[in-house]
Structure formats: structure tokens, C-alpha cells
């Protein structure tokens, strides 16, 4: 049973055209995680959300945006794409922050190509 | 220099051979995660661990606390075992995860 779920698995979009990825849990975890990951390079955490509460990291562009509607769903938007956030991104649940042993569940990520 | 180092970047064995990956890292944690990630992008949760060592079938991960250092073996490699295999730490400062950059095996049949 899918647990973590990203739509759509490929993405292309244009040049300085908005774009949003979506997210689905069936964990009904707390946490949800955006990570991108460019090629040969390891996953880089954009922000996460511990509930409603939205962390965005210190070096994230404003041009990457984040929605959680509900418990289930977060959407990562971002307003206009560059040639350089082509990149996968990937999604990841826990079912909490902080504990020593919070173990993380990835999605399939979705591949995003600007062109 | 990163705070989670893996070695060797790359690898390549024939099938049946003992794998072994290595991991340091120079910050405190709180736990250490073995991820396996496949050609196409999914990334699956191997083993997290905070001391000692845990099996799951073929795989075999340790964790050396006062060294700073985990490994990662497969024992009876096989093809479909040909993945990214990524070192990632719990930092206990601010819980947040650091990721190593990955190990790329590829088994020959």
C-alpha cells in the first residue's frame, strides 16, 4: 500500500512558468518534508511543516513556496522556475519531530525539467 | 568538509561479493539512517540506528558511537541490490537530518 504519494512522477514545465507538486500521506503523520535533490548530490531540505506549522530553511529561495491544506496533503509551488531548480524533489513524512528515533518515509519524488 | 562523509563514492563487485559501505560523521547525533536510493528516484529506509547493530535479511548495518563512524554490509550481493546507498544523521542540536552524499553500487551479474 502507497503510503507517501507524489504527483506527478514527471514534471516539465517552462521557463519562469509557476509549477506545483503535490504530496499525499496515508500515515496521518505529523510531519511533512520537501527535499530537492539535484544530480550526484545529496537531498537538501527546503522547509517542513510540524502540523500547520510551517519551518522554511534559512538558505531556501523565495521562489519555493509550501501548502498544507490538511493532515494528508502539502503542495510545494514554485512561482517562477529557473534552468537550476530543475531537480527531483522529494517528499518525506515522520511521524513526529525531535525523537531520537523519528524515522522518515520518502515518496517516489517527482522530476522536475525546465526548459 | 561535510559533516557526513560516505566511501567509496563509487562501487563495483560481482555478484556474490561482500559489500561494505563507511560512514563518518563529525557532528553529535541522536540517530543514523541507511537509505537505498534507486535509479528513478525513490528513496527507501534501510536501518536507523542509535548504537550497536541491526540485520534485515542480506543487510547488516553497526554504528560505533565514540569513533564517529557507521558501515553499511550486503552480504551475497546480487544485481537488484545495485542502488545509491545514502548515509543520513540526526543532528542533536537541532534534530535536523544531514545527509552524506551517497554510495553508487553496482553489482555485475
Redesign the interface.
Known amino acids: 500500500d502507497a503510503m507517501v504519494i507524489q504527483n506527478p512522477r514527471y514534471q516539465v514545465t517552462q521557463f519562469g512558468k509557476p509549477v506545483t507538486l503535490s504530496c499525499s500521506q496515508t500515515l496521518n503523520h505529523n510531519v511533512m518534508y520537501w527535499y530537492q535533490q539535484k544530480s550526484s548530490q545529496a537531498p537538501k531540505l527546503l522547509f517542513h511543516y510540524y502540523d500547520k506549522d510551517f519551518n522554511n530553511e534559512a538558505d531556501t529561495p523565495d521562489n519555493f513556496q509550501s501548502r498544507r491544506p490538511n493532515t494528508s496533503f502539502c503542495f510545494l509551488d514554485i512561482r517562477s522556475p529557473g534552468l537550476g531548480d530543475a531537480a527531483m524533489y522529494l517528499c518525506a513524512t515522520s511521524r513526529d519531530w525531535g525523537l531520537a528515533r523519528n524515522e522518515q518515509f520518502f515518496g517516489p519524488g517527482t522530476r522536475l525539467t525546465v526548459l | 568538509k561535510n559533516e557526513?562523509e560516505q566511501s567509496p563514492q563509487n562501487l563495483t563487485a560481482q555478484e556474490g561479493e561482500f559489500i561494505t559501505i563507511n560512514c563518518s560523521y563529525s557532528v553529535g547525533i541522536?540517530?543514523l539512517?541507511w537509505?537505498q536510493q534507486h535509479p528513478?528516484?525513490?528513496?527507501?529506509?534501510l536501518f536507523?540506528l542509535?548504537s550497536g547493530k541491526k540485520k534485515h535479511g542480506r543487510l547488516i548495518a553497526t554504528i560505533n558511537i565514540q569513533e564517529k563512524h557507521s558501515s553499511l554490509h550486503i552480504t551475497a550481493s546480487h544485481p537488484r541490490d545495485s542502488a545509491v546507498y545514502?548515509c543520513a544523521v540526526?543532528s542533536?542540536r537541532d534534530?535536523?537530518?544531514i545527509?552524506?552524499?551517497?554510495t553508487r553500487l553496482h553489482i555485475l551479474p
Open positions: 557526513v541522536s540517530a539512517h537509505l528513478g528516484g525513490g528513496i527507501v529506509s536507523m542509535s545514502i540526526r542533536d534534530d535536523k537530518i545527509f552524506g552524499k551517497g
